[in-house]
């Protein structure tokens, strides 16, 4: 089946700090990855997303790679700011025999102190 | 910018209770989902929607559950009789169907809770 498992949290950093939290996932099918961001008391928002293999999604300086050969999506960020702190969600959506609902793994609270 | 709206943003139910949950998808979008989220866990997969039908649904979605576009903007998701379970933020999301990925969009959530 498909599935995603990602880092547990929660993640402290300091400011300026290097971020790298780890997303791996099992897929019938090809499918697309995203990240989604939970800022504390608001809803899900995508933050970035790849479609194939070895594409790179990027958005307000976080990156992702769509590495086919690890089956990975590590999300990384040079320099975390304290408005990061937020809880990230990888998922995965197989186009295809469903009608691709995400399979999301279960978060990654990141806390970024000043 | 185009979003999707939820209301209420909470509900607090008793125990047995119907309640309904609301959504205002994208307009021009087609397929409509509802997730939720259990405090502190994952968000899980609920139902897809697609051409006034269910398209998937998922084990927690059982026959206390049901969805409906009762017109050409709202999208609801009723729990019939509601369990301390149940409690629960809920997420509606919508996209349009791309060939290669399925980007869905997702509304600020309505907490359910119930007593």
């Known amino acids: 089946g498909n599935s995603v498992t990602q880092m547990e949290g929660p993640v402290t950093l300091s400011e300026e700090a290097f971020l790298t939290i780890n997303c791996t996932y099992t897929?019938?099918?090809?499918?697309?990855l995203f990240w989604y961001v939970q800022y504390p008391g608001e809803g899900l928002q995508l933050l970035l997303k790849?479609?194939?293999?070895?594409d790179k999604g990027s958005n307000k300086g976080f990156e992702a790679t769509y590495r086919k050969e690890t089956t990975s999506f590590h999300l990384e960020k040079g320099s975390v700011q304290v408005s990061d702190s937020a809880v990230y969600f990888c998922?995965?959506?197989?186009?295809?025999?469903?009608?691709?609902?995400?399979?999301f793994g279960k978060g990654t609270k990141l806390s970024v102190k000043p | 910018e185009p979003e999707v709206t939820q209301t209420p943003s909470h509900q607090v139910t008793q125990m047995g209770q119907e309640v309904i949950l609301r959504c205002v998808p994208i307009?021009?979008?087609?397929?409509f989902y509802w997730y939720r989220q259990i405090l502190g866990q994952k968000v899980e997969f609920l139902v897809s929607?697609?051409?006034?039908?269910?398209?998937?649904k998922s084990e927690i979605f059982d026959d206390q559950f049901s969805v409906e576009r009762p017109d050409g903007s709202n999208f609801t998701l009723k729990i019939r009789s509601t369990k301390l379970e149940d409690s629960a933020m809920y997420f509606c999301?919508?996209?349009?169907?791309?060939?290669?990925?399925?980007?869905?969009?997702f509304g600020p959530g309505t907490r359910l809770t119930v007593l």
């Open positions: 999301a919508s996209s349009v169907r791309e060939r290669t990925y399925n980007e869905q969009f």
């Open positions: 897929a019938t099918g090809y499918p697309s």
């Open positions: 790849a479609t194939k293999a070895d």
């Open positions: 998922a995965l959506s197989v186009y295809g025999g469903s009608q691709g609902n995400l399979i």
């Open positions: 307009s021009n979008h087609l397929y």
């Open positions: 929607f697609y051409n006034n039908e269910i398209s998937e």
